[in-house]
């Protein structure tokens, strides 16, 4: 790989210093690789290729950024959306609407009117009433709805408890023994083509026995309808394989994930609908920030750097690790702590790690940030949006502008009889 590599001690992305990006658009700032986001998307359509008729759609919450979703468009990706602004962005990129699956546990009747207008190829469904008021808003407008029904296995991902998605207790998906009679009850309805089972059991996964224990699942669910009658032609296994974080950390490659699909579906007889989003991005892009102060701690130094947990906001909410390098290291260690500017407690990147020794006006990068980063950001304590930068070989393009205070400002209003 050439994307994020060190080059005459500097770190670059493909052949761009990041010094370089850091100086033109200033910190903080995400940066992103055409390279890696094309190598991972690649290394998973290839993977999956054996599995015959597949359908891959980018679960664009991990990165929507329209250049991203362009970049992906054309490496042959649909897109899995849960909202109606990202079912814009994903038609703005581009996307084939029959190739995005409307996913997610609330959508309202105004979205699921755009998706139908819009001829969307699958919705995922959640509740029975989901089903019944989309087949009579499809019904009306002489349309006919393609649809999964969302089934949660009860499964434990393995995974952190808040990124946890397929257990009984979480919020996602109907109970899989409930399936059959909520299939009898929908699959009659006219203006609904339910045609398939859907699951996902998480994000962040390293271990594929999870997975494969769900598929198992939704296998035995697949002969049942059958055997009821119903006919059955798309099962979405979702997405939810795990990057590397930490070193050492080892995640599931996409042939072994594949082998694993293969093995569990071998007698299904559906086109296989697969919906990656952090595999795809995580390790596609950085968060480059620079170094403000280092503050004398009572236990260990604070870095306190310009980046902060309204920019990445990973950490805070579910104590993730990312790496934190600096971008010109100089050989030097020491143990310290990483944190932001804003006003909370758990605004920490870093807890008492050794990392690379810097000092104030130093560029430093959290990594693998490319995946549920700048989508997660906020403006909280009134800062302003990052902007993003793609680049490719040794150019790169501002594809997310800096959004400032100001500007935020600029969209709110003081009633008149406050004034
Ligand atoms: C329904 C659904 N599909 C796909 C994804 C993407 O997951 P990941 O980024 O872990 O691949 C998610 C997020 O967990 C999801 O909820
Ligand atoms: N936002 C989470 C992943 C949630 C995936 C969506 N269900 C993360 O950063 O790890």
């Not at 407690?345 to 807890?351: N, Q």
């Not at 949006?385 to 209003?413: C, H, K, N, T, W």
Request: glycine share 10%; aromatic share 6%.
């Amino acid at each position: 790989m050439t994307d994020f590599s060190m080059i005459d001690g500097e770190l670059h992305v493909e052949s761009l210093p990041l010094a370089r990006i850091a100086a033109e658009v200033g910190t903080p700032v995400y940066v992103y690789s055409t390279e890696r986001f094309q190598a991972n998307a690649r290394a998973f359509r290839d993977a999956l290729k054996p599995l015959g008729r597949i359908h891959l759609a980018f679960a664009i919450k991990a990165n929507p950024n329209l250049a991203v979703l362009k970049l992906l468009a054309n490496e042959g990706f649909g897109a899995d959306v849960v909202s109606g602004g990202e079912m814009a962005r994903a038609l703005a990129a581009g996307v084939a609407p029959k190739d995005i699956v409307f996913s997610g546990v609330g959508k309202t009747r105004r979205e699921l009117v755009k998706g139908l207008e819009a001829g969307i190829g699958q919705f995922n469904l959640e509740l029975v009433e989901e089903g019944e008021v989309l087949a009579a808003l499809a019904a009306e407008r002489g349309l006919t709805a393609r649809a999964a029904l969302r089934v949660n296995p009860d499964v434990d991902a393995g995974t952190h408890e808040k990124i946890s998605t397929g257990k009984a207790e979480n919020k996602f998906g109907l109970p899989i023994g409930e399936a059959p009679e909520i299939f009898d009850r929908l699959g009659k309805l006219p203006g609904l083509d339910l045609h398939g089972i859907a699951v996902h059991i998480g994000s962040q996964l390293l271990g594929l026995a999870p997975l494969e224990a769900a598929f198992e699942r939704v296998g035995r669910l697949l002969a049942e309808l059958r055997a009821k009658g119903h006919t059955i032609t798309h099962v979405d296994l979702g997405g939810g394989l795990g990057v590397a974080y930490r070193p050492g950390e080892v995640p599931p490659s996409p042939e072994a994930y594949a082998e694993m699909v293969a093995r569990a579906t071998k007698d299904w007889d559906v086109e296989l609908m697969f919906e990656p989003g952090r595999t795809i991005a995580g390790s596609a892009g950085v968060l480059v920030t620079e170094v403000l102060w280092v503050k004398p701690g009572q236990v260990y130094p604070w870095v306190v750097v310009d980046a902060a947990m309204n920019d990445l906001a990973r950490v805070a909410l579910y104590d993730a690790y990312h790496g934190f390098a600096a971008v010109k290291p100089n050989g030097e260690r020491f143990v310290a702590n990483v944190a932001g500017p804003v006003c909370e407690s758990t605004d920490v990147f870093v807890k008492a790690r050794e990392i690379d020794a810097v000092k104030a006006g130093d560029l430093a990068v959290l990594e693998t940030a490319g995946a549920y980063g700048a989508t997660m950001a906020s403006t909280y304590n009134s800062r302003p949006l990052v902007p993003e930068v793609l680049v490719s070989g040794d150019r790169y393009a501002i594809v997310a502008g800096r959004i400032s205070a100001e500007e935020i400002m600029a969209a709110e209003d003081v009633p008149d009889w406050l004034k």
